[in-house]
């Protein structure tokens, strides 16, 4: 019995695992149709959100109930470069390792 428990985790956390090894814009596109239904298309998006981190961070804070399954950094990210959207160049957090390093962008 302890054998098919162990045997029954392993298999699922190897699931999982390779599930979100393969995520792209494959797993957005059964509800992200062309058609607009019943999630905006491609298009809409990417003339939405311009960098991955934008997509992202919408996506996370969505509230449609057919969103909660795919709040997944890993998964959206995937998905994100699959569509085409470029990382954000500096998050904040570097801008300001940058700024106490060498003082302000501005160069004062």
């Given amino acids: 019995m302890k054998r098919l428990l162990v045997f029954s985790l392993a298999v699922s956390v190897l699931f999982v695992a390779t599930s979100l090894c393969f995520a792209s814009w494959d797993t957005c596109k059964g509800c992200h149709t062309d058609s607009g239904k019943p999630g905006p298309s491609k298009a809409a998006l ?21 969103m909660q399954s795919m709040k997944n950094e890993t998964v959206l990210r995937a998905a994100a470069k699959d ?11 570097e801008d300001k390792k940058t700024e106490t390093k060498k003082g302000p962008k501005d160069g004062k």
Wanted: no cysteine; hydrophobic share 40%.
């Fill in 46 to 66: 990417l003339k939405k959100f311009k960098t991955s981190d934008d997509l992202v961070q919408a996506a996370m804070a969505s509230t449609n109930p057919m």
């Fill in 83 to 93: 569509m085409g959207l470029k990382e954000a160049k500096a998050s904040k957090k």
